[in-house]
């Protein structure tokens, strides 16, 4: 059974630029999460998604990210424009029932 | 969401068996108690994951006391590839996790 995929595994852009990442869930998973970690700090919730619905977005830190799940698959989160502070590893995790696998990650730099 | 609070850190060796205990006082009723591993540059990685007393799988056990204030994850005879970070997490259902700084074990030859 394939993972958790995420993409691209790195990304560098100028700040002000715009950046989307894609997550692709394990398959039948209807429960879809983004997270991220902040240079030296810890791994924090964005947002969850339950099929294309957001169920809690409480983490999204403010209106320059957006995250969709159009048909309930994969879920991409666009950051615009986006800030030095951006940069970090965001991993998407996608579960059944309690457990949620996480994916690789998408590091994402902005310079 | 319950906090939890785990040594930083632990040291063993090749073969020894580590236990990490994990402590959550405010758990509530429909929470249950997960373990995730994580390798520099690599997403968290599911381990294990229980509500009460004992559950134990082909990587690891996890004992839970009946007071559920508390978990132990259990490694038997780790080797260097065990070497990491383990988060231990409380949550119900579908809830959002919530990470601490986990426990880094680093285990020698």
């Known amino acids: 059974e394939a993972g958790v995929t995420q993409f691209p595994s790195h990304s560098v852009i100028e700040k002000g630029q715009t950046v989307t990442l894609r997550c692709d869930p394990i398959?039948?998973?209807?429960?879809l999460y983004w997270y991220r970690r902040v240079m030296g700090k810890e791994i924090k919730f964005l947002l969850h998604?339950?099929?294309?619905?957001?169920?809690?977005e409480s983490g999204m830190p403010n209106n320059r990210f957006l995250a969709e799940r159009t048909g309930g698959t994969y879920s991409t989160l666009k950051v615009q424009p986006a800030e030095l502070e951006d940069s970090g590893v965001y991993f998407c995790a996608s579960s059944h029932l309690t457990e949620q696998y996480f994916g690789p990650g998408t590091r994402l730099t902005v310079t | 969401l319950a906090k939890t609070t785990q040594p930083i850190s632990m040291d063993s060796y090749e073969g020894q068996e580590v236990n990490i205990t994990c402590s959550h006082n405010?758990?509530?009723?429909?929470?249950?108690i997960t373990w995730y591993q994580q390798f520099p540059s690599q997403g968290p990685r599911f381990i294990i994951q229980g509500y009460k007393t004992k559950v134990t799988n082909e990587v690891a056990s996890l004992f839970i006391p009946a007071d559920r204030k508390s978990s132990t994850l259990s490694l038997p005879r780790v080797s260097l590839s065990d070497t990491a970070v383990y988060y231990c997490?409380?949550?119900?259902?579908?809830?959002?996790?919530?990470f601490g700084t986990g426990t880094r074990l680093l285990v020698s030859p």
């Open positions: 398959s039948g998973h209807d429960n």
């Open positions: 405010n758990i509530a009723t429909n929470d249950y």
């Open positions: 998604f339950v099929k294309e619905s957001k169920q809690d």
């Open positions: 997490l409380v949550a119900s259902g579908f809830q959002k996790l919530v």
